[in-house]
């Protein structure tokens, strides 16, 4: 059984950084896509970031050059660094993975998620 393990959020003020954890156990298949979700109140759940099996990345606009993943393979765990953070960062940010490309996957196409871990980011 595939768990997803967040770790890491917490709270700064705007400018800060803030490095953002997810462990993974269970992971028998070798084609998936890993991203980073963040829902903030009364919003939708958006993807911020993801990576591929081959390690390809992709990041939502309004966080590149601010965020930056990487990628374990040994010890299954996939960290996204947050640097130059904006109050509009704030939300609970959610490990996710899929089967397939992160380019064709869709919100709930994703099959596995954490348990969510809560970032705030204060003016």
């Known amino acids: 059984q595939v768990q997803m393990v967040e770790s890491g959020g917490g709270s700064v003020q705007a400018g800060g950084s803030l490095r953002l954890s997810c462990a993974a156990s269970g992971m028998t298949y070798s084609h998936y896509c890993m991203g980073w979700f963040r829902q903030a109140p009364g919003k939708e759940r958006e993807r911020v970031a993801g990576?591929?099996?081959?390690?390809?990345?992709s990041y939502t606009e309004s966080v590149k050059g601010r965020i930056t993943l990487s990628k374990d393979n040994a010890k299954n765990t996939l960290d996204l660094q947050m640097n130059t953070l904006e109050p509009e960062d704030s939300g609970t940010y959610y490990c996710?993975?899929?089967?397939?490309?992160?380019?064709?996957?869709?919100?709930?196409?994703?099959?596995?998620w954490g348990q969510g871990t809560q970032v705030t980011v204060s003016r």
């Open positions: 996710a993975m899929g089967y397939g490309l992160c380019r064709n996957l869709v919100y709930h196409e994703y099959n596995y």
């Open positions: 990576i591929d099996s081959d390690g390809t990345t």
